[in-house]
Each structure stands twice: as C-alpha cells, then as structure tokens.
C-alpha cells in the first residue's frame, strides 16, 4: 500500500527514545522528510538522523517552554517551506516516576501540576503553531501519543492518566474544527506497556503481567505501535478522524 507519504514533511517530537525512534523511522521509510525533535538526547536525535538516512533535520523542543513551539515551526517551515504531519510523542514525566504507595492527594502541587501543564498545554501549543501550514495546504495529518492509562488507571498515574485523557477531548473537538478546512485529521494513538529498545530491564521485570492482560498474550514492540501512528499519519488514512484507538495486543 502506498501511503502517500513521499516528500512531506513529518514533525515527531520525542523522536530520540522510546517509541519515538521507530515512529521516526517508520516515516522516513515511507519516504517523508522528518524532523526529529529531542530535549536532552541530542546526541541520540543525531545518530537516530544518521541511521534512517533520508532528508532528515534534528531541532531541540521541550513542552514546558512557551517559546519552543514557535521557534521549531520556524525552523521547519525555513527548512522545507511546509509542514504535513505533527506526531505529538513528546511527554513530560513530571519529577519522578509515579509512585503507586503515595496518595495522589499527597503529591506536591509543583510535581502534579507541571506534569498537567507541560503534557497539555505544551501539546496544545505545538499543536496550535503547526495548523495555519495545514490549512494554508488544505491537507495535514495531527496524531496525538496518549496511554492506555488514560482510560484504564494505575496507581500513581492520577496526573499522567489526566494530562493524556485531555489530548482525547482535544484531539476529538480539533478534529471538527479542521475537518472543514481540507483534509486536515487529528486521532489519539494510545499505546499500553510497550517493548522498547530503552525500557528491557522493566519489560524483563513486568511483562508478564502485562502479557497476561492481552488478547494475543505477549507485549507489542514500539515498531508495531509506530506502524499504527505512520498509517494514522499517512494519506492512505482518508476517514478516520477524532478517534481515540488502543493499540496494545487487545488489552
């Protein structure tokens, strides 16, 4: 199947890690110019660029600064004049992993709510600065990385599980206000616990668990997970839009 992704231009953000690196991979596959956006792991963002080869540029962005929106569509738009597809990949964990044994209510208000702020309002902002170039072309394609959390629960994942749920309101309002505009769609792609290349000790230590939960009995790997966000992403995708889907081994 052709997806129709040849020469368009495709922000990941969080492309260095995770399953950022192989949805990054799986656009520049199809032939998409990619742009991948890091925080930190710069030099991960490079090596990732080297590897997948193609027309690739690597630009830092971070949600939780006002400004860093506004300076990467710049930078796309001045490198290739256009800007087709935002996966929004980036996430914010807050200032330690969740802790399942501490009260949501216990958590300090500076932890639970720059966890809420940065994944939504910086989702939110990028999201907002990439939409004049999809309307001006009448076509884009916006998929928003959430979490089975979001509709299933985990203690310690209370703020995480909010942030995430908002994108689906989002995403599934944004989705009426840019379908008039073209062929312009915004979906939510929720993983669950996911094989990585950076989390082998913790897949070591919970996946079974987690394997139980699913109908085909094992975990996806974040190159199955990717190949459901290219294909959201891609111009065969012609009718799908304001959806939330799971993609978890039918968990």
Do not use: C
Not at 73 to 85: A, M
Not at 127 to 145: F, L, Q
Not at 180 to 190: E, F, P, R, W
């Amino acid at each position: 199947m052709d997806l129709g992704l040849t020469g368009r231009t495709v922000i990941v953000t969080g492309a260095s890690g995770g399953i950022g690196r192989e949805i990054a991979r799986g656009f520049a596959a199809e032939g998409a110019d990619v742009v991948l956006t890091y925080h930190q792991a710069q030099a991960g963002a490079e090596l990732l660029a080297k590897e997948i080869g193609g027309r690739t540029l690597v630009a830092p962005y971070a949600l939780d600064d006002d400004e860093s929106a506004r300076g990467l569509v710049e930078t796309v738009l001045e490198w290739s004049g256009r800007i087709d597809v935002l996966v929004n990949n980036a996430v914010h964990w807050g200032a330690t992993e969740p802790e399942p044994n501490l009260p949501f209510e216990a958590v300090p208000d500076e932890r639970w709510q720059k966890t809420i702020r940065a994944n939504v309002e910086g989702t939110l902002r990028l999201s907002r600065a990439v939409v004049p170039s999809m309307r001006e072309r009448g076509w884009g394609r916006m998929v928003h990385i959430s979490s089975s959390i979001a509709a299933d629960g985990m203690p310690g994942g209370e703020y995480y599980g909010a942030a995430k749920a908002a994108l689906h309101g989002f995403s599934r309002s944004a989705a009426f206000g840019l379908g008039k505009a073209g062929d312009i769609l915004s979906n939510v792609v929720m993983p669950g616990f996911t094989r990585t290349e950076t989390n082998v000790e913790m897949a070591e230590q919970f996946g079974g668990h987690y394997s139980a939960l699913a109908a085909i009995g094992r975990l996806l790997d974040a190159a199955e997970v990717a190949n459901a966000v290219v294909y959201m992403g891609s111009a065969a995708n012609t009718g799908i839009t304001g959806q939330a889907i799971k993609v978890t081994g039918g968990a």
